[in-house]
């Protein structure tokens, strides 16, 4: 692989992660919205029965090579939505 490709690759890559950050944006604005939701209906932050099938339905979106790694990333996105629920539910609660 020569330098060119290298760094073609490479913009194509950061040009990937700038839409993978505006989508996490979203996704996290609308963490916000189901973190008011339960504090208003006393639901827990973790669901552990809708995470595992979040995480197996985007496993079941790629061929097996992947699989494993769509999974280690969808915790670790969750696990980060997970805290942003924690944040904003705290919020609510000093601010009442």
């Known amino acids: ?3 060119l490709d290298l760094n073609h690759i490479r913009k194509e890559i950061d040009a990937i992660d700038r839409q993978m950050i ?4 979203k996704r996290l604005e609308c963490v916000s919205d189901v973190a008011r939701y339960k504090h208003e209906n ?3 932050i973790y669901d ?7 995480i197996a339905k985007r496993q079941a ?3 097996d090579t992947y699989r494993k790694h ?4 969808m915790q670790a ?8 629920e924690a944040e904003v539910i705290e919020q609510l609660e000093k601010s009442h």
Not at 22 to 25: C, D, S, Y
Not at 48 to 54: G, L, S
Not at 70 to 73: D, N, Q, S, T
Request: net charge negative; charged share 30%.
């Open 70 to 73: 769509v999974g280690a990333f």
């Open 48 to 54: 552990e029965t809708r995470e595992k099938a979040v």
């Open 1 to 3: 692989m020569s330098e």
């Open 22 to 25: 505006a989508l996490f944006k």
């Open 77 to 84: 996105l969750m696990d980060q939505c997970k805290v942003v």
């Open 42 to 44: 006393g639901l827990p």
């Open 61 to 63: 979106q790629v061929e």
